[in-house]
Every structure is written in structure tokens, then in C-alpha cells.
């Protein structure tokens, strides 16, 4: 009997897991600039601070990623990909390359 309790509790702490960290947007500037611009990200900058709904009436002709909290993200680096931030009130935050 005490082995099926320890087993038990054992089993049910298992399932308690903790969630995976949530995915922060950098604390930069909230659109690149310069040389940084490797995706041509400057010309959406108008859109942060907007409802993430609004990049459904943007045509971008180039790899975009929209993460929103709790994503999971791949840390594969595309200089050329655009990448926007949404925060949890459903606005952009950011856009960054890569």
C-alpha cells in the first residue's frame, strides 16, 4: 500500500509541470534601424502600437514570423525574416529581423 501512495504522489508531482518562459520581445528600439534593417522592416514600422489584426491588411512579399506570448520559437536566424512582437493585449509590440 505504501508503495502504490509513494508511486502515486510521485506520478502526480511528475504531471505538474511548470510552463516554458514565455518569449520577450527585445528591449531595443521597437523597429530596426540602420544596418540593422536586414529584412526591410522600417516601411511596417506605422503598425506597432496597432492591433496585431492589422497585418492582415498588409501584403509583405517576404518571411514574417508573428510571435505572441507563451509561443514557441524556433532560434533558427533569417537575417531576411520579419519578425513581430505581439503583446497580450493582442498589439504589436515590436519588429525585429531575424
Do not use: H, K, W
Not at 51 to 65: F, H, K, P, S
Request: with cysteine; charged share 20%; hydrophobic share 45%.
Amino acid at each position: 500500500m505504501r508503495v502504490t501512495v509513494g508511486i502515486a504522489a510521485l506520478c502526480a508531482l511528475a504531471a505538474c509541470s511548470t510552463r516554458p518562459p514565455a518569449i520577450v520581445a527585445p528591449s531595443v528600439d521597437p523597429v530596426p534601424v540602420g544596418a540593422a534593417d536586414t529584412c526591410g522592416a522600417t516601411p511596417y514600422g506605422y503598425l506597432v502600437g496597432q492591433d496585431a489584426t492589422a497585418l492582415e491588411r498588409v501584403l509583405i512579399l517576404r518571411q514574417v514570423r508573428v510571435i505572441r506570448p507563451g509561443d514557441a520559437v524556433t532560434e533558427d536566424l533569417r537575417p531576411e525574416r520579419i519578425n513581430f512582437y505581439i503583446g497580450a493585449d493582442e498589439s504589436i509590440r515590436t519588429i525585429t529581423c531575424g
